[in-house]
């Protein structure tokens, strides 16, 4: 495989992830549904998590690499504001399409602070997945794709830990090599750096073997829609779910939270060591279609 189908299948899991979890934001939406995949094909529409990543993943159809100046203009150019956007990512890219430069609309968020959102974590995994065997490369990629809208360290740290998690994922299954839980959070851990994501990430490896409901309870489940709320425990099902797409999935769900952002970061993950084929076909025939403007390793 090429490190752009590999992308590309790490796309899917996002997306596909995205789908489910959005589904449980619909009143009346229960697992059975989702289980069974009852309702009608292009009944799950997918979120503003997969629009970003799907401009990520078109830059690298593109250009192989990231220019922030270009992901800025696409992020705006193909943002549709019913996708789900947080009120703090309105705010950054109207200010981008207004004329502000990204830098400072980005530096200019929540009092000068920045955002420490879970934005920029919930796109990159495909881009992780790039990188497959390359983690470095994972982890500059990935600061430069969450600088754009998160200037805060928390919101780009979370991105990083999210990429890097992908490249080895992706990576273990190109040598065939299964990666061990505890591998995977070594991994990512030595690209981090003293935060709360950093410590967060500690904590879900200390935690390897707890219940969903524990590791839950303990790291968050993205409720606060911050990085340092979402990405450990995100990391902790990917890590304990490698080889299991759907039982990822379902442990984002039984998690509550921002299921749609802990599923989609989770599905890149996973899709990233178990391929297109862990996906459970009925999922991605009920997924929205991607937009046509991707090009992808099938376009």
Not at 3 to 25: H, I, N, P, R
Request: charged content about 20%; hydrophobic content about 45%; proline content about 4%.
């Amino acid at each position: 495989m090429t490190s752009f189908d590999l992308c590309c299948e790490s796309l899917d899991g996002l997306s596909v992830g995205d789908a489910v979890g959005a589904q449980f934001f619909v009143p009346g939406t229960t697992v059975t549904h989702i289980t069974e995949a009852t309702e009608p094909p292009g009944a799950w529409p997918w979120t503003d998590d997969t629009e970003m990543a799907c401009s990520i993943v078109d830059e690298l159809a593109g250009h192989g690499r990231i220019d922030r100046d270009r992901l800025a203009a696409a992020f705006v150019r193909r943002y549709e504001p019913y996708r789900g956007y947080g009120g703090g990512a309105v705010v950054i890219l109207h200010q981008i399409r207004d004329g502000v430069p990204w830098r400072e609309a980005a530096r200019s968020a929540f009092d000068g602070l920045g955002s420490m959102g879970n934005g920029a974590a919930m796109r990159v995994a495909p881009l992780g997945a790039f990188h497959a065997g390359d983690s470095r490369s994972a982890a500059l990629d990935a600061m430069r794709t969450a600088e754009v809208t998160h200037a805060h360290s928390e919101g780009i740290l979370g991105a990083v830990a999210v990429a890097v998690a992908a490249a080895e994922a992706a990576w273990s299954r190109l040598v065939e090599a299964p990666l061990e839980p505890v591998e995977l959070f070594d991994a990512v851990l030595a690209y981090q750096v003293d935060s709360q994501v950093k410590t967060g990430l500690r904590r879900a490896r200390d935690l390897l073997g707890a219940s969903v409901a524990e590791a839950a309870y303990t790291l968050g489940n993205g409720s606060q829609v911050l990085a340092q709320d979402t990405v450990p425990f995100a990391l902790w099902v990917a890590a304990t779910h490698l080889s299991d797409y759907r039982s990822a999935i379902l442990a984002c769900v039984e998690a509550g939270g921002d299921v749609d952002t802990t599923a989609a970061i989770v599905g890149g993950v996973v899709a990233a060591a178990a391929g297109r084929a862990a996906i459970p076909d009925a999922w991605l025939t009920h997924r929205e279609p991607l937009p046509s403007w991707v090009r992808t390793a099938d376009s």
